[in-house]
């Protein structure tokens, strides 16, 4: 078979070695297009997803490596089948987790989808208006969406979301790693099925991701009724070469570990030396740093901003955050795309998705890794590029060592942590997602926005609609009439029964689905908004206490608060030479799965020093090794200091959780850490007889263990749903871990 030809082209077809060319499946428009951008061969995860997609009548999850093409390979055979398409409705849905990256495959697509005659319409609460009305106004063509938008659509404008979504012939799911677990998953999988049940034959599914620990559950998620007729596309390619160096920092002996505000004056912080280090080694190209924290990324942007300043040279460092203004990060994405001008920028998680955001020559973070997934995303914005090396820095702090400092502190966990999650990256392991506990406020979210949607419904079409069938289903009909009772005993209410029993809006829950914020299930704090004449640089929360005079640290720049507008909430600001990063609502660390636990202690074991680490990170690891065998924990679990005892699990943050709760339900102080447990005013021989006790005894229950929980209320409706069901749903949970503990504690005793 012979590809259309363009003019002026080869007559030979891109194709790949395997048998039959799907190429030649292709529209000849797109082939056409493919023809001008001079590829010379369909990649391998390409050539299968057009197969799947265009010979296939299923599901399709696509699994490959950053920059492999995962995109093309979804959208080439989707415009190709949906080219013909009568109209009547959209023909596809493109669901992305952020606004910055719908916007940049929407620029992807737009040359394509034009040639084609298809629309093409970003739809998110900073995309233009216009084309969204003229979408309304005639259905068709591809949609570019976040779950947020989906919500609004539903809740607000249902006849024209029925009229959007009833004959979708495609739902592409870009990221999908970022929807299996956490509330937005859970919220964008109820999406899914309500847009199901508005069609006749719900639309194929497309899932793209690059980090996926466990394929089986990424297909469940994608279709919860048959998972196993998934067809599941794994690209096998090679990465680029790696090169790589963890560097230590001790602080001085003067300092405050957690201060870190940088200061004219001695001591310089090691804050200060890292800073002085990217600053001499990412000055004039382009780089991603990674600072975990809002306030890390300013203190970090700050310091480097300020060398530049030193230096007399123009500033290539930028923060990068979810509190900055849309158009400050916009902004730098811009810069970085181009790559006209170095640009350094210093984010959050911000930038680890999937934008295209050209030549990242290197990527940095400060801090080890909690999670391998997300080393494994941030890692692959580098290297994208033939012929480039994938460049990482992990920049590891430390406490200054006194003769008091405690053994969590001489273990040196952050390098240790770090130099075991290299070691497992070189591995490709990937944790699977964890079951998430934001159930019951995705279900009473759901049932406010249908009855919103609707006007009223039926308690049993309600429990179907939300919760029959996917991962809502958790929720029993017991448990869910249980969860509309409390709804409804709600002072003031969020439902009430009308005489023929349909369920309607409460006050409380007309109130919310009201709000602005309703569409997005996590929570938003109540901010200030910082102003600098005619420019809106960003918020900050509102508990931070400030007035005229109070010296702010943001966007990388220091400002000084020039007048207060209390009932507005804006806070006009003007340069200052001085500043203080603001306090931000504290983020929940990612938990450490058993595996990195267990390499961390690997690690300690081990004699070797990877080649990888500088002098002072080597210093630090024989440092840090020599107190792991002078306490004895090369053949034991239980390190005895002062009146504390350390229980070392080398498990990860979930079982050393359960853990602290059954020696809390023994009258035992305990708090968790990544690698273990620590027990307050008690003696080594107490605590191995309190782990025999657990390992022998009448084995503890979920349900027993749910009591010394402290709070249930992690997701942001919860505070509207009874307790009870909450601690029932833990236990649930939570069941077969619990029932390891005797195990684990039997082990760790001897």
């Given at each position: 078979?012979?590809?259309?030809q363009?003019?002026?082209?080869?007559?030979?077809?891109?194709?790949?070695?395997?048998?039959?060319?799907?190429?030649?499946?292709?529209?000849?428009?797109?082939r056409?297009?493919?023809w001008?951008?001079?590829?010379?061969?369909?990649?391998?995860?390409?050539?299968?997803?057009?197969?799947?997609?265009?010979?296939?009548?299923?599901?399709?999850?696509?699994?490959?490596?950053?920059?492999?093409?995962?995109?093309?390979?979804?959208?080439?055979?989707?415009?190709?089948r949906?080219?013909?398409?009568a109209?009547?409705?959209?023909?596809?849905l493109y669901?992305g987790?952020?606004?910055?990256?719908?916007n940049?495959?929407?620029?992807r697509?737009?040359?394509?989808c034009?040639?084609?005659?298809?629309?093409?319409v970003?739809?998110?609460?900073?995309?233009?208006?216009?084309?969204?009305?003229?979408?309304?106004?005639?259905?068709s063509?591809?949609?570019?969406?976040?779950?947020?938008?989906?919500?609004?659509?539903?809740?607000?404008?249902?006849?024209?979301?029925?009229?959007?979504?009833?004959?979708?012939?495609?739902?592409?799911?870009?990221?999908?790693?970022?929807?299996?677990?956490?509330?937005?998953?859970?919220?964008?999988?109820?999406?899914?099925?309500?847009i199901?049940?508005?069609?006749?034959?719900?639309a194929?599914?497309v899932?793209?991701?690059?980090?996926?620990?466990?394929?089986?559950?990424?297909?469940?998620?994608?279709?919860w009724?048959?998972?196993?007729?998934?067809q599941?596309?794994?690209?096998?390619?090679?990465?680029?070469?790696?090169?790589?160096?963890?560097?230590?920092?001790?602080?001085?002996?003067?300092?405050?570990?957690?201060?870190?505000?940088?200061?004219?004056?001695p001591p310089?912080?090691?804050?200060?030396?890292?800073?002085?280090?990217m600053?001499?080694?990412?000055?004039?190209?382009?780089?991603?740093?990674?600072?975990?924290?809002?306030?890390?990324?300013?203190?970090?942007?700050?310091?480097l901003q300020?060398?530049?300043?030193?230096?007399?040279?123009p500033?290539?460092?930028?923060?990068?955050?979810?509190?900055l203004?849309r158009?400050?990060?916009?902004?730098?994405?811009?810069?970085?795309?181009?790559?006209?001008?170095?640009?350094?920028?210093?984010?959050?998680?911000?930038?680890?998705?999937?934008?295209d955001l050209?030549?990242?020559?290197?990527?940095?973070?400060?801090?080890a890794?909690?999670?391998?997934?997300?080393?494994?995303?941030?890692l692959?914005?580098?290297?994208?590029?033939?012929?480039?090396p994938?460049?990482?820095?992990?920049?590891?702090?430390?406490?200054?060592?006194r003769?008091?400092?405690?053994?969590?502190?001489?273990?040196?966990?952050?390098?240790?942590?770090?130099?075991?999650?290299?070691?497992?990256?070189?591995?490709?392991?990937?944790e699977?997602?964890?079951?998430?506990?934001?159930v019951?406020?995705v279900?009473?979210?759901?049932?406010?926005?249908?009855?919103?949607?609707?006007?009223?419904?039926?308690?049993?079409?309600?429990?179907?609609?939300?919760?029959g069938?996917?991962?809502?289903?958790?929720?029993s009909?017991?448990?869910?009439?249980?969860?509309?009772?409390?709804?409804?005993?709600?002072?003031?209410?969020?439902?009430?029964?009308?005489?023929?029993?349909?369920?309607?809006?409460?006050?409380?829950?007309e109130r919310l689905?009201?709000?602005?914020?309703?569409?997005?299930?996590?929570?938003?704090?109540?901010?200030?908004?910082?102003?600098?004449?005619?420019?809106?640089?960003?918020?900050i929360?509102?508990f931070?206490?400030?007035?005229?005079?109070?010296?702010?640290?943001?966007?990388?720049?220091?400002?000084?608060?020039?007048t207060?507008?209390?009932?507005?909430?804006?806070?006009?600001?003007a340069q200052?030479?001085?500043?203080?990063?603001?306090?931000?609502?504290?983020?929940?660390?990612?938990?450490?799965?058993?595996?990195?636990?267990?390499?961390m202690?690997?690690?300690?074991?081990?004699?070797?020093?990877?080649?990888?680490?500088d002098?002072?990170?080597?210093?630090?690891?024989?440092?840090?090794?020599?107190?792991?065998?002078?306490?004895?924990?090369?053949?034991?679990?239980?390190?005895?200091?002062?009146?504390?005892?350390?229980?070392?699990?080398?498990?990860?943050?979930?079982?050393?959780?359960?853990?602290a709760?059954?020696?809390?339900?023994?009258?035992?102080?305990?708090w968790?850490?990544?690698?273990?447990?620590?027990?307050?005013?008690?003696?080594?021989?107490?605590?191995r007889?309190?782990l025999?006790?657990?390992?022998?005894?009448?084995?503890?229950?979920?349900?027993?263990?749910?009591?010394?929980?402290?709070?249930?209320?992690?997701?942001?409706?919860?505070?509207y749903?009874?307790?009870?069901?909450?601690?029932?749903?833990?236990?649930?949970?939570?069941?077969?871990?619990?029932q390891?503990?005797?195990?684990?504690?039997?082990?760790?005793?001897e």
């Amino acid at each position: 078979m012979k590809a259309t030809q363009a003019p002026g082209q080869m007559t030979s077809s891109p194709h790949s070695a395997s048998d039959g060319m799907a190429f030649d499946l292709l529209h000849p428009e797109v082939r056409r297009w493919i023809w001008e951008q001079n590829w010379s061969e369909l990649r391998d995860v390409q050539d299968k997803t057009i197969r799947a997609v265009l010979e296939g009548t299923g599901d399709t999850l696509v699994a490959a490596a950053t920059a492999a093409g995962k995109t093309e390979a979804a959208f080439l055979p989707v415009l190709t089948r949906i080219a013909e398409h009568a109209g009547g409705g959209l023909s596809a849905l493109y669901v992305g987790p952020l606004k910055a990256l719908i916007n940049d495959q929407f620029r992807r697509l737009e040359p394509l989808c034009e040639r084609l005659e298809i629309p093409v319409v970003r739809w998110h609460g900073d995309a233009p208006t216009g084309a969204k009305a003229k979408v309304l106004r005639d259905p068709s063509g591809i949609a570019l969406i976040t779950p947020e938008s989906i919500e609004a659509l539903l809740v607000r404008k249902p006849d024209a979301a029925r009229r959007l979504f009833g004959s979708l012939e495609f739902i592409v799911i870009d990221e999908l790693h970022a929807f299996l677990h956490g509330p937005r998953g859970l919220h964008l999988a109820s999406l899914l099925r309500r847009i199901d049940r508005l069609s006749a034959k719900p639309a194929r599914r497309v899932g793209l991701s690059a980090t996926i620990g466990d394929l089986a559950i990424a297909a469940r998620w994608l279709n919860w009724h048959c998972a196993e007729g998934v067809q599941i596309i794994e690209a096998k390619s090679g990465s680029p070469e790696l090169k790589l160096q963890i560097r230590g920092y001790e602080e001085p002996a003067d300092v405050d570990f957690f201060d870190i505000v940088e200061t004219d004056e001695p001591p310089v912080r090691a804050l200060d030396e890292i800073a002085s280090h990217m600053f001499g080694s990412l000055r004039g190209s382009n780089n991603l740093v990674f600072g975990g924290s809002r306030k890390m990324v300013e203190a970090v942007a700050d310091r480097l901003q300020r060398r530049s300043e030193q230096h007399g040279i123009p500033n290539e460092f930028f923060a990068h955050h979810g509190s900055l203004s849309r158009h400050a990060r916009h902004e730098v994405e811009a810069r970085l795309k181009q790559g006209e001008l170095p640009t350094t920028a210093v984010a959050t998680t911000t930038l680890e998705l999937g934008i295209d955001l050209g030549s990242v020559v290197s990527v940095a973070q400060v801090g080890a890794s909690r999670s391998l997934a997300s080393l494994r995303q941030r890692l692959g914005r580098s290297g994208r590029r033939r012929g480039m090396p994938a460049i990482l820095r992990i920049y590891c702090r430390a406490p200054h060592l006194r003769p008091e400092s405690g053994l969590l502190d001489r273990l040196r966990l952050d390098l240790v942590q770090a130099v075991a999650s290299i070691r497992l990256l070189m591995e490709r392991f990937v944790e699977p997602p964890e079951a998430d506990p934001a159930v019951v406020t995705v279900a009473l979210h759901q049932t406010l926005s249908i009855i919103a949607a609707q006007g009223a419904a039926y308690a049993e079409a309600l429990y179907e609609a939300v919760c029959g069938g996917g991962p809502l289903s958790a929720l029993s009909r017991s448990d869910y009439v249980e969860l509309l009772r409390a709804m409804a005993a709600h002072d003031p209410a969020l439902l009430e029964q009308a005489p023929d029993r349909t369920i309607l809006l409460g006050p409380e829950g007309e109130r919310l689905t009201t709000s602005r914020d309703f569409y997005a299930i996590f929570p938003t704090d109540q901010e200030w908004r910082l102003v600098a004449g005619d420019r809106f640089l960003g918020t900050i929360p509102l508990f931070n206490q400030v007035g005229p005079g109070s010296i702010l640290l943001f966007a990388g720049r220091r400002w000084r608060v020039e007048t207060v507008d209390d009932p507005g909430k804006v806070l006009q600001v003007a340069q200052h030479r001085k500043g203080k990063v603001p306090l931000f609502a504290d983020q929940a660390a990612e938990p450490v799965h058993d595996r990195l636990a267990a390499e961390m202690r690997n690690v300690l074991l081990d004699d070797a020093l990877p080649a990888y680490l500088d002098a002072e990170a080597c210093r630090m690891l024989v440092e840090a090794r020599k107190a792991f065998r002078k306490s004895g924990l090369e053949g034991c679990h239980l390190a005895s200091e002062g009146d504390d005892v350390h229980v070392f699990t080398w498990c990860g943050s979930k079982m050393n959780a359960l853990l602290a709760l059954a020696f809390l339900s023994a009258g035992v102080k305990a708090w968790s850490h990544d690698v273990g447990i620590t027990l307050d005013d008690i003696s080594l021989g107490e605590v191995r007889s309190l782990l025999k006790h657990i390992a022998t005894s009448r084995p503890v229950t979920s349900q027993a263990l749910a009591d010394f929980v402290e709070s249930f209320e992690v997701a942001k409706y919860d505070t509207y749903a009874p307790i009870s069901l909450l601690r029932r749903l833990w236990a649930r949970e939570n069941d077969v871990s619990v029932q390891s503990l005797p195990e684990m504690a039997r082990l760790l005793a001897e």
